[in-house]
Protein backbone atom coordinates (compact mmCIF):
# COMPACT_ATOMS: atom_id res chain seq x y z
CA UNK A 1 0.00 0.00 0.00
CA UNK A 2 1.23 3.81 -1.20
CA UNK A 3 1.60 5.89 1.93
CA UNK A 4 -0.97 8.37 1.64
CA UNK A 5 -0.39 11.86 2.45
CA UNK A 6 -3.17 14.11 4.08
CA UNK A 7 -2.37 17.39 4.15
CA UNK A 8 -3.32 19.25 7.24
CA UNK A 9 -4.70 22.87 6.89
CA UNK A 10 -3.95 24.74 9.59
CA UNK A 11 -6.55 26.91 10.80
CA UNK A 12 -6.51 30.48 9.44
CA UNK A 13 -6.23 33.33 11.71
CA UNK A 14 -8.76 35.73 10.57
CA UNK A 15 -9.54 38.82 12.00
CA UNK A 16 -12.85 37.32 13.64
CA UNK A 17 -10.06 35.04 15.13
CA UNK A 18 -7.89 37.20 16.69
CA UNK A 19 -10.53 39.67 17.77
CA UNK A 20 -11.05 36.66 20.20
CA UNK A 21 -14.53 37.62 21.22
CA UNK A 22 -16.34 35.64 18.12
CA UNK A 23 -14.36 32.46 19.46
CA UNK A 24 -15.82 33.37 23.07
CA UNK A 25 -19.33 33.14 22.14
CA UNK A 26 -19.02 30.27 19.77
CA UNK A 27 -17.22 28.18 22.63
CA UNK A 28 -19.80 29.39 25.24
CA UNK A 29 -22.12 28.19 22.69
CA UNK A 30 -21.00 24.73 22.92
CA UNK A 31 -20.58 24.59 26.57
CA UNK A 32 -24.01 25.99 26.49
CA UNK A 33 -25.61 23.47 24.72
CA UNK A 34 -23.95 20.66 26.29
CA UNK A 35 -25.26 22.25 29.58
CA UNK A 36 -28.91 22.68 28.18
CA UNK A 37 -28.81 19.31 26.85
CA UNK A 38 -27.56 16.92 29.88
CA UNK A 39 -29.94 19.05 31.79
CA UNK A 40 -32.53 17.75 30.38
CA UNK A 41 -31.46 14.65 30.17
CA UNK A 42 -30.66 14.41 33.93
CA UNK A 43 -34.16 15.95 34.28
CA UNK A 44 -35.53 13.47 32.01
CA UNK A 45 -33.97 10.50 34.11
CA UNK A 46 -35.27 11.89 37.22
CA UNK A 47 -38.91 12.36 36.32
CA UNK A 48 -38.35 8.52 35.51
CA UNK A 49 -39.01 8.69 31.42
CA UNK A 50 -36.49 6.82 29.32
CA UNK A 51 -33.93 8.46 27.54
CA UNK A 52 -30.01 8.94 26.82
CA UNK A 53 -28.35 9.40 29.87
CA UNK A 54 -26.82 13.05 30.82
CA UNK A 55 -23.60 12.18 31.80
CA UNK A 56 -20.92 8.97 30.92
CA UNK A 57 -19.79 8.72 34.16
CA UNK A 58 -19.27 5.40 35.96
CA UNK A 59 -19.81 5.37 39.45
CA UNK A 60 -17.04 2.71 39.76
CA UNK A 61 -16.89 1.04 43.39
CA UNK A 62 -20.94 1.28 43.32
CA UNK A 63 -20.69 0.07 39.70
CA UNK A 64 -18.76 -2.77 38.02
CA UNK A 65 -15.67 -1.29 36.23
CA UNK A 66 -15.94 -1.36 32.25
CA UNK A 67 -12.35 -2.39 31.11
CA UNK A 68 -11.60 -2.24 27.66
CA UNK A 69 -11.03 -5.25 25.77
CA UNK A 70 -7.38 -5.01 25.22
CA UNK A 71 -7.04 -3.52 28.93
CA UNK A 72 -3.14 -4.57 30.11
CA UNK A 73 -4.37 -6.15 33.96
CA UNK A 74 -3.53 -8.70 36.38
CA UNK A 75 -0.79 -11.29 34.92
CA UNK A 76 -1.80 -14.65 34.44
CA UNK A 77 0.58 -17.81 33.54
CA UNK A 78 -0.83 -19.94 31.46
CA UNK A 79 -0.64 -24.58 31.01
CA UNK A 80 -0.20 -26.94 28.79
CA UNK A 81 -2.92 -29.05 27.22
CA UNK A 82 -1.26 -31.46 29.77
CA UNK A 83 -2.36 -29.10 32.92
CA UNK A 84 1.57 -28.36 33.76
CA UNK A 85 3.04 -24.78 33.34
CA UNK A 86 3.93 -23.57 29.85
CA UNK A 87 6.86 -21.36 31.37
CA UNK A 88 10.15 -22.86 30.59
CA UNK A 89 12.26 -20.82 33.29
CA UNK A 90 13.98 -19.30 30.24
CA UNK A 91 13.98 -16.45 32.20
CA UNK A 92 13.51 -13.99 29.33
CA UNK A 93 10.87 -12.26 30.65
CA UNK A 94 12.76 -11.73 34.59
CA UNK A 95 15.68 -10.19 32.27
CA UNK A 96 13.72 -7.82 30.67
CA UNK A 97 11.54 -7.14 33.36
CA UNK A 98 12.02 -3.22 33.91
CA UNK A 99 10.70 -2.76 37.08
CA UNK A 100 12.74 -6.05 38.00
CA UNK A 101 9.56 -7.31 40.16
CA UNK A 102 9.86 -11.16 38.98
CA UNK A 103 11.62 -13.71 40.51
CA UNK A 104 12.14 -16.98 39.25
CA UNK A 105 14.04 -20.21 40.29
CA UNK A 106 14.24 -23.18 38.11
CA UNK A 107 14.74 -26.76 38.40
CA UNK A 108 14.95 -29.94 36.23
CA UNK A 109 11.57 -30.89 34.49
CA UNK A 110 10.19 -34.79 34.43
CA UNK A 111 9.82 -34.37 30.59
CA UNK A 112 13.22 -34.85 28.79
CA UNK A 113 11.50 -32.13 25.84
CA UNK A 114 11.26 -29.67 27.93
CA UNK A 115 14.03 -29.81 30.57
CA UNK A 116 13.61 -27.03 32.13
CA UNK A 117 10.74 -25.94 34.21
CA UNK A 118 9.82 -22.95 37.07
CA UNK A 119 10.19 -24.40 40.69
CA UNK A 120 9.07 -20.76 41.74
CA UNK A 121 7.35 -17.81 39.74
CA UNK A 122 7.05 -14.67 42.08
CA UNK A 123 5.74 -11.10 40.38
CA UNK A 124 5.97 -8.22 43.26
CA UNK A 125 2.90 -6.54 41.29
CA UNK A 126 3.30 -3.60 44.16
CA UNK A 127 6.69 -3.10 41.79
CA UNK A 128 5.09 -4.05 38.42
CA UNK A 129 4.62 -0.87 35.89
CA UNK A 130 2.37 -3.27 34.00
CA UNK A 131 4.57 -2.50 30.96
CA UNK A 132 3.80 -5.31 28.73
CA UNK A 133 7.32 -6.70 28.20
CA UNK A 134 7.16 -10.05 29.58
CA UNK A 135 4.17 -10.52 27.90
CA UNK A 136 5.87 -9.74 24.69
CA UNK A 137 9.38 -11.59 25.65
CA UNK A 138 8.45 -15.05 26.59
CA UNK A 139 9.27 -17.46 23.90
CA UNK A 140 6.41 -19.90 25.02
CA UNK A 141 3.42 -17.44 25.51
CA UNK A 142 3.48 -18.42 29.03
CA UNK A 143 2.51 -15.40 30.75
CA UNK A 144 -0.65 -13.37 29.70
CA UNK A 145 -2.24 -9.88 31.12
CA UNK A 146 -5.50 -10.44 30.55
CA UNK A 147 -6.79 -11.90 34.21
CA UNK A 148 -9.47 -8.87 33.68
CA UNK A 149 -8.34 -7.60 37.57
CA UNK A 150 -7.58 -4.46 38.34
CA UNK A 151 -8.66 -4.62 42.27
CA UNK A 152 -5.14 -5.50 43.71
CA UNK A 153 -4.59 -3.35 46.77
CA UNK A 154 -3.55 -5.06 50.00
CA UNK A 155 -2.66 -3.78 52.90
CA UNK A 156 0.71 -4.81 53.14
CA UNK A 157 3.47 -5.11 50.43
CA UNK A 158 3.74 -8.95 51.17
CA UNK A 159 0.57 -9.55 50.14
CA UNK A 160 1.21 -7.93 46.63
CA UNK A 161 3.74 -10.79 45.54
CA UNK A 162 1.59 -13.49 43.68
CA UNK A 163 3.55 -16.40 43.50
CA UNK A 164 3.51 -19.39 40.58
CA UNK A 165 -0.27 -21.39 42.19
CA UNK A 166 -1.98 -17.90 42.34
CA UNK A 167 -0.41 -17.04 38.73
CA UNK A 168 -1.67 -19.84 37.45
CA UNK A 169 -5.19 -19.74 39.45
CA UNK A 170 -4.88 -22.83 40.88
CA UNK A 171 -5.11 -21.49 44.68
CA UNK A 172 -7.20 -18.31 45.25
CA UNK A 173 -4.90 -15.49 46.78
CA UNK A 174 -6.18 -14.57 50.42
CA UNK A 175 -4.70 -11.38 51.12
CA UNK A 176 -4.01 -10.96 55.00
CA UNK A 177 -6.41 -8.36 56.79
CA UNK A 178 -5.22 -5.61 58.86
CA UNK B 1 -29.15 56.15 77.80
CA UNK B 2 -29.58 57.89 74.41
CA UNK B 3 -28.44 57.19 71.16
CA UNK B 4 -26.77 59.51 68.87
CA UNK B 5 -29.57 58.51 65.74
CA UNK B 6 -32.86 57.60 66.21
CA UNK B 7 -32.66 53.63 67.52
CA UNK B 8 -34.04 52.46 64.35
CA UNK B 9 -32.09 53.93 61.96
CA UNK B 10 -29.32 51.78 63.80
CA UNK B 11 -31.03 48.58 63.91
CA UNK B 12 -32.17 48.67 59.99
CA UNK B 13 -28.31 50.38 58.83
CA UNK B 14 -26.98 47.16 60.95
CA UNK B 15 -29.89 45.06 59.11
CA UNK B 16 -29.11 46.46 55.73
CA UNK B 17 -25.10 45.41 55.99
CA UNK B 18 -25.87 42.00 57.99
CA UNK B 19 -28.48 41.10 55.13
CA UNK B 20 -25.73 42.24 52.36
CA UNK B 21 -22.50 40.33 53.67
CA UNK B 22 -24.77 37.57 55.21
CA UNK B 23 -27.84 36.90 53.33
CA UNK B 24 -26.20 37.62 49.71
CA UNK B 25 -22.37 37.26 50.24
CA UNK B 26 -22.07 34.27 52.67
CA UNK B 27 -24.70 32.57 51.18
CA UNK B 28 -24.52 32.80 47.21
CA UNK B 29 -20.38 31.96 48.09
CA UNK B 30 -21.50 29.56 49.47
CA UNK B 31 -23.86 28.16 46.71
CA UNK B 32 -21.76 29.00 44.21
CA UNK B 33 -19.11 26.22 45.40
CA UNK B 34 -21.86 24.00 44.92
CA UNK B 35 -23.21 25.58 41.25
CA UNK B 36 -19.44 25.43 40.33
CA UNK B 37 -18.62 22.16 40.41
CA UNK B 38 -22.25 21.26 39.24
CA UNK B 39 -22.31 23.07 36.22
CA UNK B 40 -19.14 22.33 35.23
CA UNK B 41 -19.82 18.80 35.60
CA UNK B 42 -23.00 18.77 33.82
CA UNK B 43 -21.45 20.56 30.88
CA UNK B 44 -18.84 18.13 30.37
CA UNK B 45 -20.69 15.41 30.88
CA UNK B 46 -19.94 13.81 34.14
CA UNK B 47 -22.05 13.65 37.46
CA UNK B 48 -20.25 16.29 40.07
CA UNK B 49 -20.02 15.93 43.33
CA UNK B 50 -22.95 14.21 45.05
CA UNK B 51 -21.42 12.05 47.88
CA UNK B 52 -21.95 14.02 51.26
CA UNK B 53 -25.28 12.72 52.29
CA UNK B 54 -26.95 13.56 55.41
CA UNK B 55 -29.44 10.20 56.86
CA UNK B 56 -28.40 9.05 53.38
CA UNK B 57 -30.03 12.55 51.89
CA UNK B 58 -27.47 13.90 49.12
CA UNK B 59 -29.93 16.24 47.78
CA UNK B 60 -28.14 17.13 44.28
CA UNK B 61 -24.68 17.28 46.14
CA UNK B 62 -26.30 20.44 48.13
CA UNK B 63 -24.51 19.45 51.30
CA UNK B 64 -21.04 19.78 50.04
CA UNK B 65 -20.53 23.59 51.10
CA UNK B 66 -21.86 22.41 54.38
CA UNK B 67 -18.82 19.60 54.47
CA UNK B 68 -16.36 21.82 52.92
CA UNK B 69 -17.08 24.70 55.52
CA UNK B 70 -16.78 22.05 58.40
CA UNK B 71 -13.42 20.48 56.95
CA UNK B 72 -11.99 24.22 56.53
CA UNK B 73 -13.42 25.16 60.00
CA UNK B 74 -12.19 22.10 61.95
CA UNK B 75 -8.87 21.82 59.61
CA UNK B 76 -5.46 22.54 61.88
CA UNK B 77 -4.07 26.26 60.97
CA UNK B 78 -0.99 25.91 59.82
CA UNK B 79 1.80 28.79 60.42
CA UNK B 80 5.07 27.53 58.83
CA UNK B 81 8.02 28.38 60.42
CA UNK B 82 9.34 31.31 58.21
CA UNK B 83 5.97 33.02 58.26
CA UNK B 84 5.70 36.43 59.37
CA UNK B 85 3.24 35.81 61.43
CA UNK B 86 0.81 39.33 62.41
CA UNK B 87 1.26 39.64 58.68
CA UNK B 88 -0.07 36.24 57.85
CA UNK B 89 -3.20 36.51 59.68
CA UNK B 90 -3.88 39.43 58.66
CA UNK B 91 -3.53 39.45 55.20
CA UNK B 92 -7.05 36.98 54.65
CA UNK B 93 -8.90 39.24 56.46
CA UNK B 94 -8.00 42.35 54.24
CA UNK B 95 -9.30 40.62 51.31
CA UNK B 96 -12.11 39.32 52.57
CA UNK B 97 -12.54 43.06 54.34
CA UNK B 98 -12.70 44.61 51.32
CA UNK B 99 -14.86 42.21 49.33
CA UNK B 100 -17.01 42.67 52.12
CA UNK B 101 -17.02 46.65 52.15
CA UNK B 102 -17.82 46.37 48.40
CA UNK B 103 -20.73 43.85 49.25
CA UNK B 104 -22.27 46.70 51.51
CA UNK B 105 -21.92 49.19 48.96
CA UNK B 106 -23.68 48.01 46.27
CA UNK B 107 -27.60 49.27 45.48
CA UNK B 108 -29.99 46.17 46.34
CA UNK B 109 -32.92 48.69 45.90
CA UNK B 110 -34.40 51.93 45.76
CA UNK B 111 -35.95 54.19 48.65
CA UNK B 112 -39.00 53.21 49.74
CA UNK B 113 -42.05 55.11 52.19
CA UNK B 114 -43.12 52.95 54.58
CA UNK B 115 -44.77 53.84 58.01
CA UNK B 116 -44.01 57.73 57.73
CA UNK B 117 -40.40 57.74 56.73
CA UNK B 118 -38.44 56.63 53.96
CA UNK B 119 -36.38 53.64 54.14
CA UNK B 120 -33.00 53.48 51.72
CA UNK B 121 -32.45 50.02 50.75
CA UNK B 122 -28.77 50.54 49.65
CA UNK B 123 -26.48 49.63 52.71
CA UNK B 124 -24.19 52.06 52.82
CA UNK B 125 -25.03 54.84 50.51
CA UNK B 126 -22.74 56.79 49.52
CA UNK B 127 -21.98 59.75 47.00
CA UNK B 128 -19.17 58.22 45.96
CA UNK B 129 -20.05 54.67 45.68
CA UNK B 130 -18.46 53.34 42.19
CA UNK B 131 -14.88 55.09 43.05
CA UNK B 132 -15.05 53.23 46.62
CA UNK B 133 -16.30 50.25 45.07
CA UNK B 134 -13.73 50.16 42.62
CA UNK B 135 -10.81 51.58 45.04
CA UNK B 136 -11.57 49.36 47.90
CA UNK B 137 -11.66 45.82 44.84
CA UNK B 138 -7.99 47.20 44.27
CA UNK B 139 -6.91 47.30 47.88
CA UNK B 140 -8.10 43.66 47.67
CA UNK B 141 -4.88 43.11 46.28
CA UNK B 142 -2.40 44.61 49.21
CA UNK B 143 -4.10 41.16 50.99
CA UNK B 144 -2.52 39.22 48.30
CA UNK B 145 0.50 40.52 48.18
CA UNK B 146 0.39 40.58 51.75
CA UNK B 147 -0.01 36.92 51.79
CA UNK B 148 2.90 36.01 49.27
CA UNK B 149 5.40 37.90 51.44
CA UNK B 150 4.71 37.00 55.09
CA UNK B 151 3.85 33.41 53.91
CA UNK B 152 8.01 33.22 53.93
CA UNK B 153 7.53 31.16 50.53
CA UNK B 154 9.03 32.07 47.47
CA UNK B 155 6.25 30.33 45.33
CA UNK B 156 3.93 32.01 47.68
CA UNK B 157 6.07 35.68 46.76
CA UNK B 158 5.62 34.32 42.99
CA UNK B 159 2.30 34.12 43.29
CA UNK B 160 1.56 37.81 44.82
CA UNK B 161 4.09 39.19 42.11
CA UNK B 162 1.94 37.61 39.70
CA UNK B 163 -1.46 38.82 41.45
CA UNK B 164 -0.21 42.36 41.87
CA UNK B 165 0.99 42.19 37.90
CA UNK B 166 -2.40 41.64 36.77
CA UNK B 167 -3.70 44.15 38.79
CA UNK B 168 -1.42 46.58 37.20
CA UNK B 169 -3.31 45.19 33.90
CA UNK B 170 -6.93 44.97 34.58
CA UNK B 171 -6.73 47.46 37.39
CA UNK B 172 -6.62 51.01 35.00
CA UNK B 173 -9.09 49.14 32.24
CA UNK B 174 -12.00 48.67 34.85
CA UNK B 175 -11.98 52.30 35.76
CA UNK B 176 -11.84 53.76 32.51
CA UNK B 177 -14.11 51.44 30.67
CA UNK B 178 -16.75 52.90 33.64
CA UNK B 179 -15.69 56.50 32.71
CA UNK B 180 -18.30 57.25 29.55
CA UNK B 181 -20.65 55.31 31.36
CA UNK B 182 -20.69 57.71 34.53
CA UNK B 183 -20.37 60.99 32.21
CA UNK B 184 -23.46 59.90 30.60
CA UNK B 185 -24.88 59.33 34.15
CA UNK B 186 -23.34 62.26 35.46
CA UNK B 187 -23.57 61.01 38.84
CA UNK B 188 -21.15 58.57 41.18
CA UNK B 189 -23.15 57.31 42.96
CA UNK B 190 -24.59 53.93 42.46
CA UNK B 191 -28.60 54.78 43.35
CA UNK B 192 -28.57 57.76 41.25
CA UNK B 193 -27.03 56.08 37.98
CA UNK B 194 -29.94 53.23 38.74
CA UNK B 195 -32.30 56.12 38.79
CA UNK B 196 -30.90 57.55 36.15
CA UNK B 197 -31.27 54.32 33.71
CA UNK B 198 -34.97 54.21 35.11
CA UNK B 199 -35.87 57.65 34.20
CA UNK B 200 -34.75 57.66 31.06
CA UNK B 201 -36.00 54.21 30.46
CA UNK B 202 -32.40 52.86 28.58
CA UNK B 203 -30.36 50.13 30.16
CA UNK B 204 -26.19 50.84 30.16
CA UNK B 205 -25.18 47.64 28.22
CA UNK B 206 -27.65 49.17 25.26
CA UNK B 207 -25.90 52.85 25.88
CA UNK B 208 -22.02 51.25 26.17
CA UNK B 209 -22.03 47.85 24.77
CA UNK B 210 -18.37 48.27 24.37
CA UNK B 211 -17.37 49.49 27.71
CA UNK B 212 -19.91 46.19 28.64
CA UNK B 213 -17.78 44.17 26.96
CA UNK B 214 -14.37 45.43 28.93
CA UNK B 215 -15.50 45.91 31.89
CA UNK B 216 -17.02 42.17 32.01
CA UNK B 217 -13.01 41.05 30.76
CA UNK B 218 -11.17 42.96 33.51
CA UNK B 219 -13.66 42.59 36.02
CA UNK B 220 -13.66 38.74 35.11
CA UNK B 221 -9.97 39.37 35.85
CA UNK B 222 -10.18 41.03 39.29
CA UNK B 223 -11.47 37.82 40.67
CA UNK B 224 -9.06 36.27 39.71
CA UNK B 225 -10.18 33.39 38.66
CA UNK B 226 -9.88 31.13 35.22
CA UNK B 227 -9.06 32.69 32.24
CA UNK B 228 -7.22 34.86 34.54
CA UNK B 229 -6.35 33.14 37.58
CA UNK B 230 -2.73 33.90 37.27
CA UNK B 231 -1.98 34.65 41.25
CA UNK B 232 -3.54 31.12 41.76
CA UNK B 233 -3.27 28.99 38.94
CA UNK B 234 -4.94 26.30 40.76
CA UNK B 235 -3.95 23.28 38.21
CA UNK B 236 -0.37 23.36 38.04
CA UNK B 237 1.49 26.51 39.23
CA UNK B 238 1.05 27.50 42.94
CA UNK B 239 -0.36 30.54 44.16
CA UNK B 240 0.03 33.05 47.07
CA UNK B 241 -2.09 31.11 49.23
CA UNK B 242 0.19 28.43 49.09
CA UNK B 243 0.90 28.48 52.98
CA UNK B 244 -2.36 28.64 54.38
CA UNK B 245 -4.46 26.19 55.37
CA UNK B 246 -8.27 26.04 57.27
CA UNK B 247 -9.76 29.02 57.76
CA UNK B 248 -7.24 31.82 56.59
CA UNK B 249 -7.38 29.39 52.87
CA UNK B 250 -11.47 29.36 53.39
CA UNK B 251 -11.10 33.27 53.33
CA UNK B 252 -9.13 33.38 50.71
CA UNK B 253 -11.68 31.13 48.27
CA UNK B 254 -14.28 33.30 49.55
CA UNK B 255 -12.73 36.56 48.31
CA UNK B 256 -12.77 35.01 45.12
CA UNK B 257 -16.62 34.30 45.33
CA UNK B 258 -17.34 37.89 47.08
CA UNK B 259 -15.23 39.36 44.09
CA UNK B 260 -17.40 37.63 41.76
CA UNK B 261 -20.31 38.93 43.38
CA UNK B 262 -19.64 42.62 43.43
CA UNK B 263 -18.35 42.62 39.79
CA UNK B 264 -21.75 40.76 38.76
CA UNK B 265 -23.15 43.48 41.44
CA UNK B 266 -21.81 46.27 39.47
CA UNK B 267 -22.41 45.35 35.89
CA UNK B 268 -26.38 44.76 37.52
CA UNK B 269 -26.19 48.28 38.81
CA UNK B 270 -24.79 50.42 36.11
CA UNK B 271 -25.16 47.88 32.90
CA UNK B 272 -28.24 45.98 33.67
CA UNK B 273 -30.28 48.34 35.43
CA UNK B 274 -30.04 47.93 39.25
CA UNK B 275 -33.16 46.44 40.74
CA UNK B 276 -35.57 47.84 37.91
CA UNK B 277 -38.00 45.56 36.26
CA UNK B 278 -39.28 46.55 32.50
CA UNK B 279 -42.40 47.79 32.37
CA UNK B 280 -42.88 47.61 36.59
CA UNK B 281 -43.12 51.23 38.16
CA UNK B 282 -42.28 50.73 41.74
CA UNK B 283 -43.07 53.99 42.92
CA UNK B 284 -46.77 53.10 41.70
CA UNK B 285 -46.60 50.09 43.20
CA UNK B 286 -45.61 51.04 46.37
CA UNK B 287 -48.08 53.52 46.51
CA UNK B 288 -50.90 51.44 46.46
CA UNK B 289 -53.54 50.32 48.97
CA UNK B 290 -54.95 47.39 50.23
CA UNK B 291 -52.88 44.10 51.26
CA UNK B 292 -53.00 45.52 54.30
CA UNK B 293 -50.76 48.57 54.02
CA UNK B 294 -47.52 46.01 52.78
CA UNK B 295 -47.35 47.35 49.50
CA UNK B 296 -44.59 48.89 50.03
CA UNK B 297 -42.65 46.19 51.78
CA UNK B 298 -43.72 44.00 48.57
CA UNK B 299 -41.79 46.56 46.55
CA UNK B 300 -38.98 46.59 48.47
CA UNK B 301 -38.59 42.84 48.56
CA UNK B 302 -39.30 42.85 44.55
CA UNK B 303 -36.09 45.33 44.37
CA UNK B 304 -34.07 43.26 46.57
CA UNK B 305 -35.48 40.22 44.51
CA UNK B 306 -34.65 41.82 41.27
CA UNK B 307 -31.21 42.85 41.88
CA UNK B 308 -30.37 39.73 43.73
CA UNK B 309 -31.47 37.71 40.32
CA UNK B 310 -29.64 39.68 38.08
CA UNK B 311 -26.85 38.97 39.97
CA UNK B 312 -27.29 35.71 39.78
CA UNK B 313 -27.45 35.50 36.04
CA UNK B 314 -24.61 37.42 35.70
CA UNK B 315 -22.77 34.90 38.24
CA UNK B 316 -24.40 31.97 36.16
CA UNK B 317 -22.40 33.73 32.90
CA UNK B 318 -19.05 34.36 34.57
CA UNK B 319 -19.33 30.61 35.61
CA UNK B 320 -19.92 29.78 32.25
CA UNK B 321 -16.86 31.91 31.00
CA UNK B 322 -14.61 30.25 33.75
CA UNK B 323 -15.25 26.82 32.60
CA UNK B 324 -15.38 27.33 28.58
CA UNK B 325 -12.09 29.53 28.39
CA UNK B 326 -8.29 28.37 28.43
CA UNK B 327 -5.93 30.76 30.88
CA UNK B 328 -4.14 33.48 29.04
CA UNK B 329 -0.29 33.83 29.49
CA UNK B 330 1.02 36.40 31.91
CA UNK B 331 2.56 38.36 28.84
CA UNK B 332 -0.87 37.80 27.24
CA UNK B 333 -2.85 39.47 30.20
CA UNK B 334 -0.71 42.17 29.96
CA UNK B 335 -0.80 42.54 26.28
CA UNK B 336 -4.72 42.28 26.45
CA UNK B 337 -4.89 45.00 29.46
CA UNK B 338 -2.60 47.47 28.24
CA UNK B 339 -2.80 46.91 24.48
CA UNK B 340 -5.93 46.62 23.17
CA UNK B 341 -8.59 47.50 26.38
CA UNK B 342 -7.36 50.81 27.34
CA UNK B 343 -6.81 51.98 24.45
CA UNK B 344 -10.46 50.92 23.57
CA UNK B 345 -12.12 51.91 26.58
CA UNK B 346 -10.21 55.24 26.33
CA UNK B 347 -11.35 55.31 22.71
CA UNK B 348 -15.05 54.99 23.93
CA UNK B 349 -14.79 57.71 26.47
CA UNK B 350 -13.72 60.21 23.99
CA UNK B 351 -16.74 58.79 21.93
CA UNK B 352 -18.98 59.14 24.50
CA UNK B 353 -17.76 62.59 25.85
CA UNK B 354 -18.27 63.89 21.61
CA UNK B 355 -21.33 62.91 21.48
CA UNK B 356 -23.00 63.94 24.67
CA UNK B 357 -20.89 67.20 23.56
CA UNK B 358 -22.66 67.78 20.19
CA UNK B 359 -26.10 66.17 21.62
CA UNK B 360 -26.66 69.02 23.98
S1 LIG C 1 4.49 -5.92 33.11
FE1 LIG C 1 6.53 -5.02 32.92
S2 LIG C 1 7.06 -4.47 35.01
FE2 LIG C 1 5.35 -5.88 35.16
S3 LIG C 1 6.28 -7.85 35.45
FE3 LIG C 1 5.95 -7.61 33.24
S4 LIG C 1 7.89 -6.75 32.49
FE4 LIG C 1 7.87 -6.50 34.70
S1 LIG D 1 9.73 -15.65 29.46
FE1 LIG D 1 7.99 -17.11 29.55
S2 LIG D 1 8.95 -19.08 29.61
FE2 LIG D 1 10.57 -17.62 30.02
S3 LIG D 1 10.59 -17.52 32.26
FE3 LIG D 1 9.21 -15.91 31.60
S4 LIG D 1 7.22 -16.87 31.61
FE4 LIG D 1 8.68 -18.50 31.72
Redesign the interface.
Known sequence: MAITVRTVKRPERTFATELYLVEIVKGLGLTFRHLFVNLYRHSKRALGLKGLPGSVTVQYPDDPAVLGKRARTRHRLLKRDDGAPRCTACLLCETICPAKCIRITAENAPDVTVEKRAKTFDIDLGMCIFCGYCVEACPVDAIHMDANEVELSSYNRKDMIWNMPELLGDVPKTPSRP | MTFPLPLNDVVFAVAKILFSILGVGLSIAGFLGWVERK?S???????GANRASIFGFTVLGLFHPIADAIKLLTKEDFVPKGARKPLHGLAPIISLGCGMFCLAALPYGGVVDYAGRAWDLTPIALPMGVPLVLAALAFGVHGIVMAGYASGSNYGLLGAMRGAAQMIAYEVCLASALAGLLFVYGTLDFTEAVRWQVSHGVWGIFLQPLAF?IFLTAGTAVTKRVPFDLPEGESEIVGYHVEYSGMKFGMFMMTDFFESIVICGVITALFLGGWSIPFVDFPSLAGRSGLWGLWPVAAGALMVGSSVGKILLMLFLLM??R???PRFRFDQVLDLGWKHLLPLALINFLVTVWVVYLWR
Open positions: QAVMQDRIIQVWTL
